[in-house]
């Protein structure tokens, strides 16, 4: 016996001795060290600001935002406490009453169906553990939670808690989940908008608002309910919370920002000049960007977009495959914004179909008839018929236009919009698509499209260096081109596809005359001009052909914009800049825009390059002034203040530009198709690029002056005959002021005396 009992003795020693090997070996070997969680400090946010001082943009690195203690609120550490662990001022890491019920719950479920974490425990996973489920991992994790709590306060511990755990959508710790949400700090939330944070965190994927409100306000009367019953707030406080509409402002694929186009932009710049490294030192971006021009210019484009398919009356039908669960989300989703929101115009909204004679519709809380004229825009128009095309159960979308709905569908057409101040050079808008969260492809900076006849106002500058004045007469009459190398002969035409004649220069380009540009091309020389239009930095090849004049080189609408802007500053070459000054906390200023120490950073020098004269630069707004004033840019005049602009449509309707300016702001607008597929019929520049730039200019002008553009001094008037190009005579007929260099006056008939040559600047 004694025997016996002496090999059991040394197996149980052999067994002590190997478990204590296994556990040094595969558990307490390698366990981090808990000292790191006393050098954690609270993140250096980097922040865009905008000209109004309002910030726009932030970068958490990797999403997280690590607070002091003191900056979260008591009720957000009261929601998490009652939710996640409300025996956590009270067990020392691990709470063994919890272990025990969700082992029981497990074996019961033959599954993992209830966890029973600590925040101690979550804490050494955000911080110092994976999550893998191994059982190393989950005694390295207990012995850590047990290390933690004899290491750190109870404080401290929850502090690294609520600064580190996931709350979906990319967010990472409280005040990261705020500004994802709401754009608000933290301790700017109210009771309902914190209990709807802390429902997140046990499962961040199934729980964000922006993919499950359902979900989420489940959750959120989970926390609430749990905050009554451990006596922090009363039932009245949640029941009051849980009917609050949330003011949810995040949208799923952009985070931190309400613009993304231009935070993309501008955070590109950034990095390029310091590195990704900079964005975690706390940096604060000073930006030009005006926030009330910039949220004109998304709610134009998206009605403009809107406005184009409408004409083209194609209506592309229902949403294909949505299921009820699909269709209960967006109603919740749409039902809590339009509660806090309302109904915004040109924004659109889901509707489910009820019936099709007449056409009802389910907006998710209420039933609405839409009449026909809610679908005349439909092809056949007057004709469409909703019973062939929906049937009850249907998703759709409607427009909501101010008056009522339209039926109406997501854009498929894209569209783009730079805006300077012309005073200061800043960007005061940018806006890279219609959508961000269907496309991210930034297309104010890197579409290169085709400019149409956008290009031509640099065509005309050219010749008007090379002698030609708005009163050259050029014959707009049938050519044909051939080279050696083509096989066919180019026969350019005009939009109208007919011929005027005898055509000044100053009416081909307010009527924007093909023929005639071609001509003028071809008498300057396209050697001759190409070498001119890089002065103007256009930042693409330009085609060495006569296709050049009717604008078939491609161009960002940025570079495109900057280009016009040389018109608009008198010649001199035009350096947009949208960032102000960056500081680095605990450094102070790292780069100023008037400094120009930053040069991919595009920085506005005091001394600016005069790429052209003073007086081609006039003569070219003075005849795009009239471009608006009698030519295809007429919608413009709606604005009933001077405006210098220029339309443009590339080949067969690809693409619709807009350029134009006052002597205060500088707005480009272009619109397409990725696929390059045709806008369609009449969609030219005129009509679908020009109603985006009235909408962003009336508010850009609203509180300023009515000025004229200024006649620099070489610049003298003269009355001419249009029919001739020669000073008018006592017996001209077709007369009008035209505006020359004073070197370059046309010659006077013999009648003509020098009482018609008006010299005065006015």
Same mark, same amino acid.
């Given at each position: 016996?004694?025997?016996?009992?002496?090999?059991?003795?040394?197996?149980?020693?052999?067994?002590c001795?190997?478990?204590?090997?296994?556990?040094?070996w595969?558990?307490?070997?390698?366990?981090?060290?808990?000292?790191?969680?006393?050098?954690?400090?609270?993140?250096?946010?980097?922040?865009v600001?905008?000209?109004?001082?309002?910030?726009?943009?932030y970068?958490?690195?990797e999403?997280?935002?690590?607070?002091?203690?003191k900056?979260?609120?008591?009720?957000?550490?009261?929601?998490?406490?009652?939710?996640?662990?409300?025996?956590f001022?009270?067990?020392?890491?691990?709470?063994?009453?919890?272990?025990?019920?969700?082992?029981?719950?497990?074996?019961?479920?033959?599954?993992?169906?209830?966890?029973?974490?600590?925040?101690?425990?979550?804490?050494?996973?955000?911080?110092?553990? =994976?999550?893998?489920?191994?059982?190393?991992?989950?005694?390295?994790?207990i012995?850590?939670?047990?290390?933690?709590?004899?290491?750190?306060?109870?404080?401290?511990?929850?502090?690294?808690?609520?600064?580190r755990?996931? #709350?979906?959508?990319?967010?990472?710790?409280?005040?990261?989940?705020?500004?994802?949400?709401?754009?608000?700090?933290?301790?700017?939330?109210?009771?309902?908008?914190?209990?709807?944070i802390?429902g997140?965190?046990?499962?961040?994927?199934?729980?964000?608002?922006?993919?499950?409100?359902?979900?989420?306000?489940?959750?959120?009367?989970?926390?609430?309910?749990?905050?009554?019953?451990?006596?922090?707030?009363?039932?009245i406080?949640?029941?009051?919370?849980?009917?609050?509409?949330l003011?949810i402002?995040g949208?799923?694929i952009?985070?931190?920002?309400?613009?993304?186009?231009?935070?993309?932009?501008?955070?590109?710049?950034?990095?390029?000049?310091?590195?990704?490294?900079?964005?975690?030192?706390?940096?604060?971006?000073?930006?030009?960007?005006?926030?009330?021009?910039?949220?004109?210019?998304?709610?134009?484009?998206?009605?403009?977009?809107?406005?184009?398919?409408?004409?083209?009356?194609?209506?592309?039908?229902?949403?294909?495959?949505?299921?009820?669960t699909?269709?209960?989300?967006?109603?919740?989703?749409?039902?809590?914004?339009?509660?806090?929101?309302?109904?915004?115009?040109?924004?659109?909204?889901?509707?489910?179909?009820?019936? =099709?004679?007449?056409?009802?519709?389910?907006?998710?809380?209420?039933?609405?008839?839409?009449?026909?004229?809610?679908?005349?825009?439909?092809?056949?128009?007057?004709?469409?018929?909703?019973?062939?095309?929906?049937?009850?159960g249907?998703?759709?979308?409607?427009?909501?236009?101010g008056?009522?709905?339209?039926?109406?569908?997501?854009?498929?057409?894209?569209?783009?919009?730079?805006?300077?101040?012309?005073?200061?050079?800043?960007v005061?808008?940018?806006?890279?698509?219609?959508?961000y969260?269907?496309?991210?492809?930034?297309?104010?900076?890197?579409?290169?499209?085709?400019?149409?006849?956008?290009?031509?106002?640099?065509?005309?500058?050219?010749a008007?260096?090379?002698?030609?004045?708005?009163?050259?007469?050029?014959?707009?009459?049938?050519?044909?081109?051939?080279?050696?190398?083509?096989?066919l002969?180019?026969?350019?035409?005009n939009?109208?596809?007919?011929?005027?004649g005898?055509?000044?220069l100053?009416?081909?380009?307010?009527?924007?005359?093909?023929?005639?540009?071609?001509?003028?091309?071809?008498?300057?020389?396209?050697?001759?001009?190409?070498?001119? #239009?890089?002065?103007?930095d #256009?930042?693409?090849?330009?085609?060495?052909?006569?296709?050049?004049?009717?604008?078939?080189?491609?161009?960002?609408?940025?570079?495109?914009?900057?280009a016009?802007?040389?018109f608009?500053?008198?010649g001199?070459?035009?350096?947009?800049?949208?960032?102000?000054?960056?500081?680095?906390?605990?450094?102070?200023?790292?780069?100023?825009?008037?400094?120009?120490?930053?040069?991919?950073?595009?920085?506005?020098?005091?001394?600016?390059?005069?790429?052209?004269?003073?007086?081609?630069?006039?003569?070219?707004?003075?005849i795009?002034?009239?471009?608006?004033?009698?030519?295809?840019?007429?919608?413009?005049?709606?604005?009933?203040?001077?405006?210098?602009?220029? =339309?443009?449509t590339?080949?067969?309707?690809?693409?619709?530009?807009?350029?134009?300016?006052?002597?205060?702001?500088?707005?480009?607008?272009?619109?397409?198709?990725?696929?390059?597929?045709?806008?369609?019929?009449?969609?030219?520049?005129?009509?679908?690029?020009?109603?985006?730039?009235?909408?962003?200019?009336q508010?850009?002008?609203?509180?300023?002056?009515?000025?004229?553009?200024?006649?620099?001094?070489?610049?003298?008037?003269?009355?001419?005959?249009t029919?001739?190009?020669?000073?008018?005579?006592?017996?001209?007929?077709?007369?009008?002021?035209?505006?020359?260099?004073?070197?370059?006056?046309?010659?006077?008939?013999?009648?003509?005396t020098?009482?018609f040559l008006?010299?005065?600047?006015?």
């Amino acid at each position: 016996m004694k025997k016996l009992l002496k090999i059991f003795g040394y197996a149980a020693v052999l067994i002590c001795l190997l478990a204590g090997i296994w556990t040094y070996w595969f558990v307490l070997r390698g366990i981090p060290s808990i000292q790191d969680l006393r050098k954690i400090e609270p993140t250096k946010l980097s922040k865009v600001i905008a000209s109004d001082g309002s910030t726009i943009a932030y970068f958490p690195p990797e999403g997280r935002i690590e607070l002091d203690g003191k900056e979260i609120p008591l009720r957000v550490k009261q929601a998490f406490i009652a939710a996640e662990d409300a025996t956590f001022y009270e067990h020392t890491g691990l709470d063994w009453k919890r272990i025990f019920s969700a082992l029981i719950t497990d074996i019961r479920a033959t599954s993992y169906v209830q966890g029973a974490s600590t925040i101690t425990q979550q804490v050494v996973r955000s911080y110092l553990l =994976t999550r893998e489920k191994t059982i190393t991992r989950k005694l390295k994790e207990i012995i850590l939670a047990l290390r933690i709590e004899k290491a750190l306060s109870k404080d401290r511990i929850l502090s690294l808690y609520l600064s580190r755990v996931y #709350l979906g959508s990319g967010a990472y710790g409280v005040e990261a989940a705020s500004l994802r949400f709401f754009n608000r700090n933290c301790r700017e939330l109210d009771l309902a908008e914190i209990a709807m944070i802390t429902g997140i965190a046990p499962a961040p994927g199934k729980y964000t608002p922006l993919e499950n409100f359902n979900a989420a306000k489940k959750r959120q009367w989970y926390v609430l309910k749990r905050m009554s019953e451990e006596g922090f707030i009363s039932d009245i406080e949640a029941q009051d919370a849980y009917q609050e509409p949330l003011q949810i402002t995040g949208v799923p694929i952009a985070k931190f920002t309400r613009y993304p186009y231009l935070t993309d932009y501008i955070s590109k710049q950034v990095l390029q000049r310091y590195g990704e490294e900079i964005f975690s030192k706390g940096i604060n971006i000073q930006t030009t960007i005006n926030p009330e021009l910039q949220d004109v210019a998304i709610a134009a484009m998206h009605k403009g977009a809107i406005d184009l398919e409408m004409r083209q009356g194609i209506y592309r039908g229902p949403e294909n495959g949505a299921s009820e669960t699909f269709k209960s989300r967006r109603f919740a989703f749409q039902k809590n914004q339009v509660k806090w929101k309302g109904f915004e115009s040109y924004q659109l909204y889901w509707a489910e179909v009820i019936q =099709t004679s007449p056409l009802v519709v389910n907006l998710g809380a209420e039933n609405i008839e839409l009449g026909p004229e809610s679908y005349a825009w439909i092809h056949p128009k007057g004709n469409w018929d909703p019973q062939d095309a929906l049937t009850p159960g249907d998703l759709i979308q409607l427009c909501y236009t101010g008056k009522g709905f339209l039926l109406s569908q997501e854009p498929r057409v894209q569209a783009a919009l730079v805006a300077f101040d012309l005073q200061s050079s800043g960007v005061i808008a940018l806006v890279g698509g219609v959508d961000y969260s269907k496309s991210q492809f930034n297309r104010a900076v890197s579409a290169l499209r085709q400019s149409g006849s956008a290009i031509k106002p640099f065509i005309y500058a050219a010749a008007i260096d090379k002698g030609f004045t708005p009163a050259s007469i050029i014959f707009d009459t049938p050519i044909t081109y051939r080279t050696e190398e083509d096989e066919l002969a180019w026969k350019p035409k005009n939009y109208e596809d007919r011929f005027y004649g005898a055509t000044t220069l100053r009416t081909g380009l307010v009527l924007s005359r093909n023929v005639v540009t071609v001509k003028i091309l071809k008498e300057i020389g396209i050697g001759y001009t190409i070498s001119y #239009l890089k002065r103007f930095d #256009l930042g693409s090849e330009l085609p060495r052909d006569l296709s050049l004049a009717l604008g078939s080189g491609v161009i960002t609408p940025f570079n495109l914009a900057r280009a016009y802007a040389t018109f608009a500053s008198y010649g001199q070459l035009f350096e947009p800049h949208s960032i102000e000054y960056i500081i680095q906390q605990d450094v102070g200023p790292i780069f100023s825009a008037r400094q120009g120490d930053l040069m991919e950073i595009q920085s506005a020098s005091e001394k600016k390059e005069q790429i052209i004269s003073e007086q081609t630069a006039y003569i070219i707004t003075n005849i795009l002034n009239d471009v608006v004033q009698e030519g295809t840019g007429w919608r413009v005049r709606a604005l009933k203040r001077p405006v210098a602009g220029k =339309t443009g449509t590339s080949d067969e309707n690809r693409d619709a530009w807009f350029l134009g300016y006052t002597p205060d702001i500088l707005c480009a607008v272009w619109v397409g198709y990725d696929d390059m597929m045709s806008l369609g019929e009449n969609e030219t520049g005129s009509r679908a690029a020009s109603p985006i730039f009235i909408d962003l200019m009336q508010a850009a002008l609203k509180n300023k002056p009515i000025r004229d553009f200024r006649v620099p001094d070489g610049i003298v008037f003269a009355r001419v005959d249009t029919t001739t190009g020669r000073i008018a005579s006592s017996n001209s007929e077709a007369v009008r002021f035209e505006c020359f260099k004073e070197d370059s006056l046309p010659p006077k008939e013999e009648s003509v005396t020098d009482e018609f040559l008006l010299k005065e600047v006015y």
